[in-house]
């Protein structure tokens, strides 16, 4: 299928702007000369430094407005509305990590059920084209078939954050029926790339060893029996996204709410990803990176398993994600050195 070039007569709002994704799709979106509303909180979940670099390299582009701001104000998100009267919104910013969920449960409440609950809200009184928010293979909980379908059971999440996220394709689905506001969830499965997440394991590692420090890994140091983890490369979710919002539902043939998963439909073992990320940055800096690794239990939230089946997607809108971990972890450790400085 042929992916429509994107509409750049609409204005696109997009929530987490400065945030890991947010930052990709805002600039893919940019540099096809769209109009981008940003809204973000730049909260300090991770270093707010690298949320800023990111708004940096924004700022140049003459089509972006950022607002520094909390989707969970619903005034601020109504008036946000009401002035931009934005044309498609994609809704990224909620406080991610499963982990995360077990210490700071407050703010997974206030972020993704209250904010999200304004978006829906403000579609409502301000119709949009299409709606796109993040949901997360989180939602998939500890299912055991593979590859995970759109169609499968979903009802025990396993954290919190999966249950918010399970939440939101509730809502949306109520909104998108009462009001008719065609809405699209995504649920992404584990994204990396350059400027990503440091609260992710990849990240995590990286860090530890130019640190000196050693890494920690939660699989019960079973090799058998690893984990398992669709791993998927920026770039392929913001093109997937992209093609979403190129093919725009309404009159179209996707249903006024739907849901897609966004994997690289590969999984890899944990073990194997983090030996590829020792070459990878082996390769950078010119001599041999291991890791000194420490095998822990499996963390409570954590799934054994993550395997999306992207069929669904691919029949939409003709695109599946790509990208090798080989090639899209060497982007990530060519970024890493360069930005960190590390020799
Ligand atoms: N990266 C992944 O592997 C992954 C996997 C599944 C789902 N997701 C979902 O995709 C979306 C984007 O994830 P990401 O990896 O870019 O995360 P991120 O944390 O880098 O980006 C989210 C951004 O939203 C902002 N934000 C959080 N709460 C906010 C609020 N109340 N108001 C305004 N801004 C707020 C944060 O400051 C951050 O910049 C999230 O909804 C996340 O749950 C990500």
Request: overall charge neutral; charged content about 25%; aromatic content about 14%.
């Amino acid at each position: 299928m042929e992916c429509k070039p994107l509409n750049t007569n609409k204005i696109y709002l997009i929530t987490g702007a400065a945030g890991f994704i947010g930052y990709f799709l805002s600039r893919r979106l940019l540099e096809q000369g769209c109009r981008v509303i940003g809204i973000d909180n730049i909260n300090d979940y991770y270093d707010i430094n690298l949320k800023y670099t990111r708004l940096e390299l924004l700022k140049p582009f003459e089509k972006f407005t950022f607002i520094k701001d909390d989707i969970s104000d619903k005034a601020m998100i109504m008036n946000t509305f009401e002035e931009y009267k934005p044309n498609i919104v994609v809704n990224l910013a909620a406080q991610a990590g499963v982990r995360y969920s077990i210490e700071k449960p407050d703010v997974y409440i206030q972020s993704n059920i209250i904010g999200f609950f304004n978006i829906l809200e403000a579609c409502r009184f301000c119709p949009v084209d299409h709606l796109v928010y993040a949901s997360s293979s989180s939602v998939y909980g500890a299912n055991k078939k593979i590859p995970f379908l759109e169609t499968d059971f979903v009802d025990n999440p396993v954290s919190l954050y999966a249950a918010t996220k399970k939440s939101n394709e509730l809502m949306a689905y109520t909104y998108s029926h009462l009001y008719k506001i065609p809405a699209t969830g995504l649920r992404f499965f584990t994204v990396y790339g350059p400027m990503g997440r440091p609260d992710m394991a990849y990240f995590g590692f990286t860090q530890k060893y130019f640190a000196g420090e050693p890494i920690r890994i939660f699989n019960n140091g079973d090799f058998e029996n690893d984990l398992y983890r669709d791993f998927t490369y920026v770039d392929d979710i913001v093109e997937g996204i992209g093609r979403l919002l190129c093919n725009s539902p309404v009159g179209g043939n996707i249903a006024p709410h739907q849901v897609f998963n966004i994997g690289n439909n590969s999984p890899e073992k944990l073990m194997a990803f983090i030996e590829t990320l020792e070459k990878c940055l082996s390769k950078v800096i010119g001599r041999e990176v291991v890791f000194d690794k420490t095998f822990e239990p499996i963390k409570s939230g954590d799934v054994p398993a993550t395997f999306a089946s992207t069929d669904l997607l691919q029949q939409a809108v003709g695109f599946k994600p790509r990208t090798r971990i080989e090639d899209g972890l060497q982007r990530f450790a060519d970024w890493y050195c360069e930005y960190y400085k590390v020799k």
